[in-house]
């Protein structure tokens, strides 16, 4: 088990523990960097959560590229993710992760199967990715930088964090780590989705490329500054 699988149990573990007060959650965690640490993780699903969401993307593209046929490649890309459902269950672990994969290919699907075209597939992916972007950047612009929220969520108190200016300035900075991975998706992607031809496997690679891995690269990037810092837990203090 990584270090990322690890915080993500340890994550889900701490939040389902019954009849825990919200300010509780807080005292699992001595830092402020250390509780958005293990929320990021748990968020991502850890490696395994990455893996499913990067395996439907595999079977459709893959499966295109060797039939040119977008039923067969969607029904490709929708079986995978009723395995991965399958597997969740049998193992009685959490399905949030498989269900998002299925939700995600049967949009990707509606999208690819209207328009007879398998490079339609990754639209909705590159236009949920400019949203993203567009939605973290406003807010760190207000000032209310998303990542803080995640604070919020731990201590019990959505908007305490507010009030100290350096973990809104870590926040913002967590939140342009976001941001980027974003951007680079839809400045790669856009631009070969306009292209003429069927783009379905160059989409394809760079969304399996841009995805988990570029989401290991910017956690990892979160870790590393979170790892400098130990800003007390408010409520700890406050407890």
Request: aromatic share 6%.
């Amino acid at each position: 088990m990584t270090s990322v699988d690890r915080e993500a149990k340890d994550a889900e573990a701490g939040d389902t523990e019954p009849g825990a007060a919200a300010p509780a959650g807080a005292a699992a965690h001595d830092t402020v960097e250390a509780a958005v640490r293990a929320q990021l993780t748990k968020a991502l699903g850890g490696v395994r959560g990455m893996v499913e969401a990067a395996v439907p993307t595999i079977g459709f593209t893959v499966t295109y590229m060797a039939v040119k046929d977008v039923k067969i490649a969607v029904a490709a890309g929708v079986a995978a993710c009723v395995v991965l459902l399958g597997i969740r269950l049998v193992q009685r672990s959490t399905p949030q992760f498989a269900l998002n994969s299925l939700v995600g290919i049967a949009i990707a699907a509606f999208f690819a199967l209207r328009s007879g075209k398998a490079e339609d597939a990754f639209l909705p992916g590159i236009m949920l990715n400019a949203g993203y972007a567009v939605a973290m950047i406003l807010s760190i612009v207000v000032r209310w930088p998303v990542v803080g929220f995640i604070i919020g969520s731990v201590t019990g108190d959505p908007t305490a964090w507010r009030s100290d200016p350096g973990i809104v300035r870590l926040c913002s900075r967590l939140t342009w780590l976001l941001v980027l991975p974003c951007l680079l998706r839809v400045v790669v992607q856009y631009p070969i989705w306009l292209a003429d031809g069927d783009q379905s496997g160059p989409l394809g690679a760079a969304k399996i490329v841009m995805g988990w891995p570029l989401q290991v690269a910017a956690l990892g990037a979160m870790v590393w500054l979170l790892a400098r810092g130990r800003t007390p837990m408010r409520g700890r203090e406050t407890a």
